[in-house]
């Protein structure tokens, strides 16, 4: 995506060969910084902190993570420590140790001579693949907008998504907004409702800015708003991204998707996950039951970071003072309340059987 007219992916090695460079999304939308990862710590903290975020970008920052590792250290030991460190970082979304068990695979297979060069290559093709991926979901994607535009008579096609499930989120394109950006570069006279996503702000934060920066129409909405706004006829359909989508078809994506799917259900809202193959989950039979929920800090909810009128960051407390808050960070969305599967392959029923019509060499596995 185009960033002031120039192009940006979301992670890439340094020009002197020594790093990696990312988007610092915690600094979004009030500045756009870029951060230099050199250690496989700095990866796992970046992680972590949520500096790079999205369950894509999450898995291609660890198999860079792995091959910074594998600089400093090319042994059998060393790339299981990078691999156990880096894969603590975050439980739900399931790229990331999809990424570190193809980076421990592959080097693997090599002498430890040659992992550094190897763990360099293959972080960058995965990286590669990702953007063909979300590039294809975007293809995918766009023709459903398309079949609703032609029944709207140039009206736009109102879109509503959770979270961020963009090219912030991937390595270039995103899962969900996708086949937004395809409609819109087609003529498609689209309009996206973006929900704010509490606590972190990732909808208000990120995916309005890249919108913006897309030249997408938007409005951002408080997370509770959907539900009114489907009883009122003004959203056409929903898109939202995944995490880890477990081969029944549930899918586990950022706090509050559930709810939207319930509303979209009542509603009679087509409501459709955005995902490539690396999110989907084949050991997990059943999502609702199975897919851990990460659990992050207290903070988030009781504490805001935005800029005064004055330009300045602060950060206020904007809960009780005493009061405990709970910070689940994912909920899971049964198949049932999935109209569609949206992937690279192709668009499935959100089921075993539709997975396997995309992806029947997994039949036999």
């Keep these: 995506m185009r960033i002031e007219g120039r192009h940006y992916r979301s992670i890439w090695p340094s020009e002197d060969g020594r790093g990696v460079l990312v988007i610092d999304q915690t600094k979004l939308p009030f500045a756009f910084a870029l951060k230099r990862l050199e250690t496989m710590t700095e990866a796992a903290e970046a992680i972590r902190s949520m500096v790079v975020r999205g369950a894509p970008l999450i898995g291609a920052t660890a198999a860079y993570g792995v091959a910074l590792a594998m600089r400093v250290d090319p042994s059998d030991d060393h790339l299981a420590h990078a691999i156990a460190t880096l894969g603590a970082t975050r439980p739900t979304a399931v790229n990331l140790h999809w990424a570190l068990q193809r980076m421990g695979r592959v ?41 609703i535009a032609a029944r709207k008579d140039a009206r736009p096609v109102n879109i509503l998504t959770h979270c961020n499930a963009g090219w912030l989120a991937t390595v270039d394109w995103g899962t969900a907004l ?90 009679g809202v087509p409501f459709y996950v955005a995902l490539p193959f690396s999110t989907i989950d084949w050991s997990i039979a059943d999502g609702v039951r199975d897919i851990p929920i990460e659990e992050r800090a207290a903070r988030e909810v009781t504490h805001m970071t935005g800029r005064a009128e004055d330009g300045a960051l602060h950060t206020i407390e904007v809960v009780a003072p005493g009061s405990l808050a709970a910070n689940p960070a994912f909920d899971v969305t049964p198949a049932r309340l999935i109209t569609g599967l949206i992937t690279e392959r192709g668009v499935a029923p959100a089921s075993r059987e539709g997975l396997l019509s995309l992806y029947p060499e997994r039949a036999a596995a």
């Design 107 to 147: 080097l693997r297979a090599v002498s430890s001579s040659e992992r550094e060069e190897r763990a360099f290559a293959e972080a960058a093709f995965i990286c590669d693949e990702d953007v063909d991926c979300c590039r294809a979901i975007g293809e995918h994607g766009a023709r459903i907008i398309a079949q």
């Design 178 to 267: 996708a086949p937004i950006y395809r409609a819109h570069d087609q003529g498609i006279n689209v309009h996206v409702w973006v929900d704010e996503t509490r606590p972190r702000s990732q909808g208000a934060a990120l995916t309005a800015f890249e919108l913006g920066a897309h030249g997408v129409p938007h409005t951002v909405i408080v997370d509770n708003a959907g539900g009114h706004l489907m009883q009122e006829g003004e959203v056409d359909l929903c898109i939202v991204g995944s995490d880890r989508t477990a081969a029944n078809g549930d899918v586990a994506n950022k706090i509050g998707t559930y709810l939207k799917a319930l509303a979209a259900h009542d509603n």
